[in-house]
């Protein structure tokens, strides 16, 4: 047995040229944007590759490391982490690769590791605790599509989600925590979530369902009231209503917290 660890993915480095490159391929997935490929085609290339990178990648220089990108750095620890857990466990080495969605290391090259090392039953874990089409089922998409080219396929078993985890509702609490203790309790908890476009709900994607369970859950482990926490949404892309509230806008124009979607969530979880 062998574990496939898939996160989203970074650049290779904080410059236009990388960023454009990463950039193309993420925004590229018709799981990211819905959207006909003629019309999305000539908006992506036309205009947001010709702005975008420049400005992305000034962001990405103000928090590369000298190791690399942080996400990067941090699942690769990750990585460490998990593979010296489950030898601890089982008693022997059991194959952990990092792939990234997008960009470096890729997901062919994290297979083609397992496959020279004989394993033929793979766990695929991706590293978003709430389910999404535009994240956990493009990694199913990208997964099943390079083990096309295999003749001899292995056994798979992909992990959804693990949004209401005990443990990992625990580990984020403890997170929260550990930052009381050393900075102080704040009047409010911000838990802030990538957001999706909100038709991406009405169609079926529970994520936002999942992020509001997530947040209640750790809300209830550190037992505050309703008025001590707050969930919002960061990163819109183009003029479609996202999931609110949104992060950058939530104290200038706040939005109703028992909103129409927060009521379906509910009923559903």
């Known amino acids: 047995m062998g574990v496939l660890m898939v996160n989203l993915g970074t650049p ?3 410059d236009r040229a990388s960023v454009r490159r990463y950039l193309k391929e993420f925004l590229w997935d018709p799981r990211v944007v819905e959207m006909a490929r003629p019309i999305w085609w000539f908006a992506l290339n036309g205009i947001i590759l010709n702005t975008r ?3 992305s990648a000034e962001a990405y220089r103000k928090i590369w490391t000298d190791q690399g990108s942080p996400l990067l750095v941090i699942s690769k620890k990750q990585r460490t982490a998990l593979a010296e857990m489950l030898e601890r466990r089982f008693g022997s080495e059991v194959p952990v690769v990092l792939g990234m969605r997008y960009g470096n290391p890729s997901l062919r090259s994290a297979l083609e590791q397992l496959r020279d090392k004989g394993v033929r039953r793979i766990l695929v874990l991706p ?3 709430q389910y999404s089409a535009t994240t956990t089922a493009s990694i199913f998409d990208a997964v099943t599509t390079e ?3 295999w003749r001899w396929l292995p056994e798979l078993r992909f992990i959804n989600h693990f949004h209401d985890e005990p443990a990992y509702i625990g580990a984020l609490a403890e997170s929260v925590r550990r930052h009381q203790s050393e900075f102080g309790d704040a009047e409010r908890l911000l838990m802030s979530f990538h957001g999706i476009p909100e038709e991406y709900f009405h169609k079926g994607d529970p ?4 992020c509001q369970k997530s947040g209640r859950l750790l809300a209830e482990n550190l037992g505050l009231d309703a008025d001590q926490w707050q969930l919002s949404f960061q990163s819109r892309l183009g003029p479609k209503q996202w999931l609110q509230p949104y992060t950058c806008l939530l104290y200038t124009s706040p939005s109703p ?5 927060d009521l379906v969530c509910r009923l559903l979880l």
Do not use: K, N
Not at 257 to 261: A, I, K, M, N, Y
């Open 207 to 210: 994520y936002h369902c999942e």
């Open 53 to 55: 990178p420049r400005r």
């Open 147 to 149: 083990l096309r080219t």
């Open 257 to 261: 917290r028992d909103s129409t979607l």
């Open 127 to 129: 590293m978003y605790p």
């Open 12 to 14: 290779d480095a904080p």
